[in-house]
Protein backbone atom coordinates (compact mmCIF):
# COMPACT_ATOMS: atom_id res chain seq x y z
CA UNK A 1 0.00 0.00 0.00
CA UNK A 2 1.04 2.96 -1.01
CA UNK A 3 1.51 5.50 2.22
CA UNK A 4 1.68 9.44 1.29
CA UNK A 5 2.54 11.91 4.02
CA UNK A 6 2.35 15.86 4.13
CA UNK A 7 4.12 18.53 6.10
CA UNK A 8 4.98 22.05 6.49
CA UNK A 9 1.14 23.49 6.79
CA UNK A 10 0.50 26.04 9.63
CA UNK A 11 -0.76 29.46 9.87
CA UNK A 12 0.87 32.44 8.09
CA UNK A 13 -0.28 36.12 7.35
CA UNK A 14 -1.08 37.08 4.43
CA UNK A 15 2.24 37.77 2.15
CA UNK A 16 3.72 34.69 3.93
CA UNK A 17 5.42 31.80 2.79
CA UNK A 18 5.13 28.12 3.67
CA UNK A 19 6.76 25.08 2.18
CA UNK A 20 4.89 22.01 1.89
CA UNK A 21 6.82 18.33 1.52
CA UNK A 22 5.11 14.85 0.62
CA UNK A 23 7.01 11.79 1.06
CA UNK A 24 6.33 8.34 0.42
CA UNK A 25 6.31 4.63 0.79
CA UNK A 26 6.11 1.95 -1.33
CA UNK A 27 6.20 4.46 -3.94
CA UNK A 28 9.34 5.84 -6.40
CA UNK A 29 8.61 9.48 -6.66
CA UNK A 30 10.71 9.56 -9.61
CA UNK A 31 8.62 7.22 -11.65
CA UNK A 32 5.38 8.82 -11.56
CA UNK A 33 4.01 12.24 -12.15
CA UNK A 34 2.88 14.08 -8.43
CA UNK A 35 0.53 16.82 -7.90
CA UNK A 36 -0.70 18.53 -5.37
CA UNK A 37 -4.42 19.56 -4.51
CA UNK A 38 -6.48 21.59 -2.38
CA UNK A 39 -9.66 21.74 -0.33
CA UNK A 40 -11.07 25.02 0.96
CA UNK A 41 -14.27 24.66 2.99
CA UNK A 42 -17.54 23.96 1.15
CA UNK A 43 -15.88 24.07 -1.70
CA UNK A 44 -14.37 21.18 -4.46
CA UNK A 45 -11.05 19.45 -4.43
CA UNK A 46 -8.92 21.78 -7.37
CA UNK A 47 -5.60 21.19 -8.83
CA UNK A 48 -2.83 23.16 -7.30
CA UNK A 49 0.21 22.04 -9.30
CA UNK A 50 1.73 19.08 -10.87
CA UNK A 51 5.05 17.96 -12.03
CA UNK A 52 5.87 15.29 -14.67
CA UNK A 53 8.49 12.59 -14.10
CA UNK A 54 10.65 14.65 -16.58
CA UNK A 55 10.41 17.84 -14.44
CA UNK A 56 7.63 19.44 -16.69
CA UNK A 57 4.97 21.73 -14.55
CA UNK A 58 1.61 22.70 -14.46
CA UNK A 59 -0.30 25.29 -11.69
CA UNK A 60 -4.24 26.65 -11.43
CA UNK A 61 -3.87 30.04 -12.45
CA UNK A 62 -4.88 31.49 -9.46
CA UNK A 63 -1.31 30.26 -8.10
CA UNK A 64 0.97 31.17 -10.75
CA UNK A 65 3.89 32.76 -9.95
CA UNK A 66 3.67 32.54 -6.34
CA UNK A 67 3.66 28.79 -6.09
CA UNK A 68 6.63 25.99 -6.82
CA UNK A 69 6.75 22.73 -7.43
CA UNK A 70 9.92 20.30 -7.64
CA UNK A 71 11.15 17.04 -6.65
CA UNK A 72 14.32 15.93 -4.79
CA UNK A 73 14.22 12.34 -6.25
CA UNK A 74 17.12 11.38 -3.43
CA UNK A 75 14.71 12.12 -0.71
CA UNK A 76 11.82 10.48 -2.36
CA UNK A 77 9.96 13.55 -1.77
CA UNK A 78 7.67 16.73 -3.44
CA UNK A 79 7.89 19.79 -2.58
CA UNK A 80 5.56 22.66 -2.92
CA UNK A 81 7.13 25.62 -2.03
CA UNK A 82 4.53 28.92 -1.70
CA UNK A 83 4.78 32.47 -1.60
CA UNK A 84 2.96 35.58 -1.08
CA UNK A 85 -0.02 34.12 0.37
CA UNK A 86 -3.52 35.20 0.26
CA UNK A 87 -6.24 34.49 2.38
CA UNK A 88 -7.87 32.41 -0.57
CA UNK A 89 -4.76 30.07 -0.23
CA UNK A 90 -6.20 28.95 2.84
CA UNK A 91 -7.49 24.87 2.44
CA UNK A 92 -6.66 21.73 3.75
CA UNK A 93 -3.62 20.52 0.79
CA UNK A 94 -3.11 16.98 -0.33
CA UNK A 95 -0.58 15.04 -2.27
CA UNK A 96 -1.25 12.95 -5.04
CA UNK A 97 -0.07 10.08 -7.01
CA UNK A 98 -1.10 8.08 -9.89
CA UNK A 99 0.67 4.85 -10.07
CA UNK A 100 -1.18 2.03 -12.59
CA UNK A 101 -4.32 3.81 -12.69
CA UNK A 102 -4.57 3.79 -9.02
CA UNK A 103 -5.47 7.15 -6.75
CA UNK A 104 -3.50 7.78 -4.00
CA UNK A 105 -3.77 10.38 -1.52
CA UNK A 106 -2.18 11.98 1.75
CA UNK A 107 -4.12 12.87 4.52
CA UNK A 108 -3.62 16.49 3.95
CA UNK A 109 -1.81 19.50 5.56
CA UNK A 110 -4.27 22.54 6.29
CA UNK A 111 -2.80 25.75 5.70
CA UNK A 112 -4.45 28.97 6.98
CA UNK A 113 -3.63 32.20 5.92
CA UNK A 114 -4.99 35.00 8.13
CA UNK A 115 -5.86 38.66 6.79
Known amino acids: QVLLVESGGGLVQAGGSLRLSCTGSRITFSFVPMGWYRQAPGKQRELVAAISTGGSTNYADSVKGRFTISRDNAKNTVILQMNSLKPEDTAVYYC?????????WGKGTLVTVSS
Open 96 to 104: HVDKRGVDY
